[in-house]
T-cell receptor
Framework: GAVVSQHPSWVICKSGTSVKIECRSL??????MFWYRQFPKQSLMLMAT?????????EQGVEKDKFLINHASLTLSTLTVTSAHPEDSSFYIC????????????FGPGTRLTVT | KQEVTQIPAALSVPEGENLVLNCSFT??????LQWFRQDPGKGLTSLLL?????REQTSGRLNASLDKSSGRSTLYIAASQPGDSATYLC????????????FGPGTSLSVIP
């Protein structure tokens, strides 16, 4: 199957700083990527849909000025957590949809963010 | 609004047993349904994808069925192994444009050696 990578796999930052997470589709072009966050023992919560070349669509309750999404190419989307606070500590997962027929969705390995 | 539920929320079985995980969705107008596996602290691994025109898909010891009219899918795991212990999530996709996938809450499976 197709591969989606994320970088970094884990990051620790101080409160007030910004953190950028990258999501790449390695062997297919993804016009649409999705960003999720997951708290311990809970299911995935969709944060936003990232469309190549246009503005991201955020889910209700997600602050677009805090979680900046950029989808500058067909293989790369980035999520920047600005002015991070301890409550932003979470597991962030991206996914990309392969539009070559099956529309199967592939997930990255996730990024563990800890804000101290 | 599409809602996806999964039963049971948690399941513990002895090694070697066959088991069934259930997924229900409220809107039968789906494009496809995917089953995923998630290990603790990891991302999701796609197990099986069933197109809306299909009834089932098989991969090794896994078999997933889809009954669109009743809004149900099942994931059958044969001869369970301790390595199958994980959380299993089902997700439905409504359309092929920019529709988002809707996830169920997952079933936490523990296979006891």
């Amino acid at each position: 199957g197709a591969v989606v990578s994320q970088h970094p796999s884990w990051v620790i930052c101080k409160s007030g700083t910004s953190v950028k997470i990258e999501c790449r589709s390695l062997d297919f072009q993804a016009t649409t990527m999705f960003w999720y966050r997951q708290f311990p023992k809970q299911s995935l919560m969709l944060m936003a849909t990232s469309n190549e070349g246009s503005k991201a669509t955020y889910e209700q309750g997600v602050e677009k000025d805090k979680f900046l999404i950029n989808h500058a190419s067909l293989t790369l989307s980035t999520l920047t957590v600005t002015s991070a606070h301890p409550e932003d500590s979470s597991f962030y997962i991206c996914s990309a949809r392969d539009y070559r027929g099956s529309y199967e969705q592939y997930f990255g390995p996730g990024t563990r963010l800890t804000v101290t | 609004k599409q809602e996806v539920t999964q039963i049971p929320a948690a399941l513990s079985v002895p090694e070697g047993e066959n088991l069934v995980l259930n997924c229900s969705f409220t809107d039968s107008a789906i494009y496809n349904l995917q089953w995923f596996r998630q290990d603790p602290g990891k991302g999701l691994t796609s197990l099986l994808l069933i197109q809306s025109s299909q009834r089932e898909q098989t991969s090794g010891r896994l078999n997933a069925s889809l009954d669109k009219s009743s809004g149900r899918s099942t994931l059958y795991i044969a001869a369970s192994q301790p390595g199958d212990s994980a959380t299993y999530l089902c997700a439905v996709l409504r359309g092929t444009s920019y529709d988002k996938v809707i996830f169920g809450p997952g079933t936490s499976l523990s296979v006891i050696p």
